[in-house]
Every structure is written in structure tokens, then in C-alpha cells.
């Protein structure tokens, strides 16, 4: 009897290491497939023959900068662009910032899928790091305004960018693996990692503790002298050229809030983001003018004087149904989980308009509602969120410097823009791409028009075999976002 129970034990013993066997083989297997899919990738991106001539120059405009990703690796893919390209990168901030990493993030790897692009799309000044950890990028060269000295100890420098992996402690999270980037000039070497802390996103880290990956060059030229350098290096390489219109001035889009103190921003902002979850630019768009329309309605007939509180109690209902006429408008675009407390929500973000004065709701007009970030973004990490069209930064609440433009710095930078063009009109660039930089609040609005104009016209003139591409992320579309 013992015999038999040992036998059976035996077997099932034996059961369970051949199960373990036959997945740890399985395992193997498909990391193996994984590892011959991604040598099959870098052999065709590093190995291809020399594309066809091909018949027109493609201009993608994106509205956050990190949009600019799907395009740059499809074009790779396709062969339109080489691998290890030179990045002419035209704007008023490096945009050298680093993403955080995540499990199933594509390491220093090419993305195999919409999947991996898409979590390589985590924020706007990340952009180029994760390129260039793809092997997508050999050189930068970013050309940066005048108004933007303060933040350079020269006029022009470079040095090389050599990004890896560490082991960081963050908070009660403990000990977890990020990205980490090293910086190789004139001055010396800085090793860095990325919080998320906006008023100092960057921390220092002993340099042997940055495992590097990858390497890149790094070239940073002040705008007045971005001709001659880029006159001795465009003939022997490879190019793709990044306009970002924020180039031509940086103008908190929350400043109106501010002038006219408006207060409880982001009390009122967690209301309306709990109410509508527009899932598109169009929705935006509806919602933004309904409630505009709302608070001008609110402007135009609440009660400032005599029999206060009779007035307001008849107020309230016609504002109530004013809302409630117009529920075709906003009822498709409700959060879900809003659906059963829509009156609620709405009485409290009605309460908080009533306290503020015409002059505040006005500013409130004029900043307008959108999303916090495309639905493209990664958003595990950086949801889009509905609200008060503000913007990343607000003033003392950011490093990044402001610059208040002209309309004719405005015009004088655009024919600097289109000289540093001519640059390559021999030699084109393999692919361009510009970025209007609305909806994360730095562009100027109020010059957006002008200054899309300037850089759209220098391109065309510069390379006259162009065809123009608007994304469907652009905030209001192609025409952009009302700036008044």
C-alpha cells in the first residue's frame, strides 16, 4: 500500500517537473522569436539600400511635441528616413527630458508595435531621448532664440549624451529602476535622473551609477549663428527637421487667471474633469464653447443688486434650464462615472462661476476648456484630463522661462527661421515636422496664427516639393485654437 502512494506521489512529482520543463521551453522559445524579430528589424533599418527618390517632402504638424514619434518611426520604417539621423531640432526648449520606466517599456530597443510607440509617448520634452534610445537618433543639433540665454553659459557647445538605466529610492516606493542620462561637455560631466517634481525635475546622481545604453552627440547654437554651423555639417549627413512654434516666444496660457486672481483653479478644474471625458478634438471643441456660452449667459443676467436673493433663486432655475436645453451638446461627452450625479457636479461648478466677478469670468472665457493632454499620450502615467485650457506651467510655478514676443520680433524671427532653412535647400531634410504647442500652454496665442504662417511659408519656399499633413490631435483641428 505505501508502495503504490509513493508510486503515485512519483508521478505526480515527475507530472509537475515536466509541466515546468515544457513551459520554461516555451519561454525560451518566444524569447528567442522576440530577439530573431528584433534583429530582423535592426538589419533592415541598418542595411537597407538606399531609398528611391521619393516625390514630395512630407510636413507633419502635431499639437504636443511628443506626437511627433509615430511619424518619425514609421517613416523609418518605410525607409524614408535612415537610421542614425541627425536631428535639426528648431525651439525654444531642449526638450532633452527623460521617460520613466516601466515594465514592458521597449528597452534601448526599436518598438515592435503601436503598443511600445505608445508608451514611449509619456510626455512632451521626452520625445527625443526615447528616439534616440531606439537607435533612431545619432545627433542633435538644437538651435535655440536669443530670448533663452539665461539658461546657456555659451553662445554654442557640444558635447555628447549617453543614456542608460539606474536603481533609484523614491519616497515609500522604494528602491526601482529608471532612466538615467549623462552629459559630456566643455564644463565637464553631469549625471542625472527625472522626478516629478516641476520645480526641479532634475536630480543629480553619482556618474558611475548611470549603466549607459546609448550614445549620442549634442550640439546647442544660439539662433544668430545656427547658419554658418549648420553651413559646415548638412552635406554629409542625413537630416529630419523639428519646428516647434513655441521658438518664437513662451506666454503662460494660465497668465489671465492670474492677472484677475481668480481663485479655487483646481477645485473648479476637478469638477469638470470628473463631469466630461471628451474622447476627441471635436468634443473638445463642443464643450469648450458650451461653456463659454454658459458663463456668458451667467455674465450677461446674474443679480448684482436689489432683491438679491429672490433674483438669485430665480436665477439658478433659468441657468438650470439653460444648461438643460442644451443637453445635446454635453450629454454624449458625460463621464461615466458622472452619469448618475450630472446635477451635482453641475450645481457645483455653477456655485463656483456665481462667485467670481465678470472681469474673472471673463479670463476664464478667454483661457478657455480643452484637455490636459492628448488621448495619444501614455496615460497610465499622464491622463487626459478636462478642464480649464491653462496649460503645463503657471507663473512662480515653473522653471520654464517665459518670453513675451511682438508681432514684429514675431516677423523678424520668422525670416531668421527661413534663412537657417535655405540652409538645406540643396540637400533637403528627410522628413519635417512641426509642433504647435497650444494646449501645454507655450506658444503665444494670440501670434499663433502669424507664427504658424512664417514657419509654414519658410518651409514651402525652402522645399518647394512639399505636402502639408495636419494631425487629427491638432486642438480645433487645422485652424487651431481661438486665441481671443
Known amino acids: 500500500m505505501r508502495k503504490m502512494r509513493f508510486s503515485r506521489s512519483y508521478k505526480w512529482v515527475l507530472l509537475i517537473v515536466v509541466l515546468f520543463a515544457i513551459c520554461n521551453g516555451l519561454r525560451l522559445v518566444v524569447l528567442s522569436l522576440r530577439n530573431d524579430y528584433l534583429e530582423v528589424h535592426r538589419l533592415k533599418l541598418s542595411n537597407r539600400q538606399p531609398a528611391r527618390r521619393w516625390s514630395y517632402l512630407p510636413v507633419h504638424v502635431v499639437e504636443e511635441h511628443h506626437e511627433v514619434l509615430p511619424f518619425w518611426l514609421r517613416e523609418a520604417e518605410r525607409g524614408r528616413i535612415p537610421k542614425d539621423v541627425t536631428l535639426i531640432h528648431i525651439d525654444g526648449h531642449s526638450d532633452l527630458a527623460i521617460n520613466s520606466y516601466l515594465k514592458g517599456y521597449p528597452f534601448f530597443e526599436w518598438p515592435l508595435d503601436g503598443q511600445d510607440i505608445n508608451m514611449m509617448m509619456q510626455r512632451n520634452d521626452g520625445f527625443i531621448t526615447a528616439a534616440a534610445m531606439a537607435g533612431f537618433i545619432k545627433h542633435v543639433v538644437w538651435v535655440w532664440p536669443e530670448w533663452d540665454h539665461i539658461n546657456h553659459n555659451a553662445s554654442k557647445s557640444s558635447g555628447t549624451i549617453q543614456l542608460g538605466w539606474t536603481i533609484v529610492q523614491q519616497s515609500s516606493l522604494g528602491a526601482e529602476k529608471d532612466f538615467c542620462m549623462c552629459i559630456t561637455d566643455e564644463t565637464g560631466q553631469k549625471c542625472m535622473f527625472f522626478s516629478e517634481d516641476e520645480t526641479n525635475p532634475e536630480v543629480e546622481m553619482e556618474n558611475d551609477l548611470c549603466f549607459v545604453k546609448r550614445s549620442i552627440g549634442f550640439t546647442e547654437i544660439r539662433e544668430d549663428l545656427a547658419v554658418e554651423y549648420l553651413n559646415s555639417i548638412h552635406k554629409n549627413v542625413d537630416i529630419i527637421l523639428d519646428i516647434d512654434e513655441d521658438f518664437f516666444g513662451c506666454e503662460y496660457a494660465s497668465q489671465p487667471l492670474f492677472d484677475h486672481a481668480v481663485p479655487n483653479i483646481e477645485v473648479l478644474d476637478s469638477y469638470l474633469n470628473k463631469l466630461f471625458c471628451p474622447m476627441n478634438t471635436p468634443a473638445e471643441k463642443v464643450l469648450d464653447n458650451f461653456l463659454t456660452d454658459l458663463i456668458e449667459f451667467i455674465k450677461l443676467n446674474n443679480c448684482r443688486f436689489e432683491k438679491y436673493r429672490e433674483c438669485r433663486n430665480n436665477f439658478w432655475n433659468k441657468i438650470k434650464q439653460f444648461y438643460l436645453n442644451k443637453n445635446s451638446l454635453w450629454r454624449s461627452h458625460l463621464c461615466s462615472d458622472a452619469l448618475k450625479n450630472t446635477t451635482l457636479l453641475f450645481d457645483v461648478i455653477i456655485k463656483e462661476f456665481l462667485e467670481l466677478n465678470k472681469l474673472q469670468l471673463s479670463a476664464i472665457q478667454t483661457v478657455g476648456f ?14 487626459s484630463l478636462f478642464g480649464m485650457c491653462k496649460g503645463a506651467n503657471s507663473p512662480n510655478e515653473t522653471v520654464v522661462t517665459e518670453h513675451r514676443t511682438n508681432r514684429k520680433e514675431v516677423h523678424t524671427r520668422g525670416e ?18 512641426v509642433c504647435r504647442s497650444i494646449r501645454d500652454g507655450y506658444t503665444p496665442r494670440k501670434y499663433f496664427e502669424d507664427i504658424e504662417y512664417l514657419v509654414l511659408k519658410a518651409i514651402r519656399s525652402a522645399y518647394p516639393d512639399t505636402r502639408l499633413f495636419y494631425d487629427d490631435g491638432l486642438l480645433n483641428g487645422k485652424t487651431g485654437f481661438r486665441h481671443s
Not at 371 to 380: C, D, I, P
Not at 416 to 433: A, D, G, Q, S, Y
Open 370 to 383: 480643452c484637455l490636459s493632454t492628448s488621448h495619444k499620450t501614455y496615460q497610465l502615467l499622464n491622463p
Open 416 to 433: 531668421l527661421i527661413n534663412n537657417i532653412l535655405e540652409v538645406f535647400r540643396r540637400n533637403p531634410p528627410k522628413f519635417v515636422t
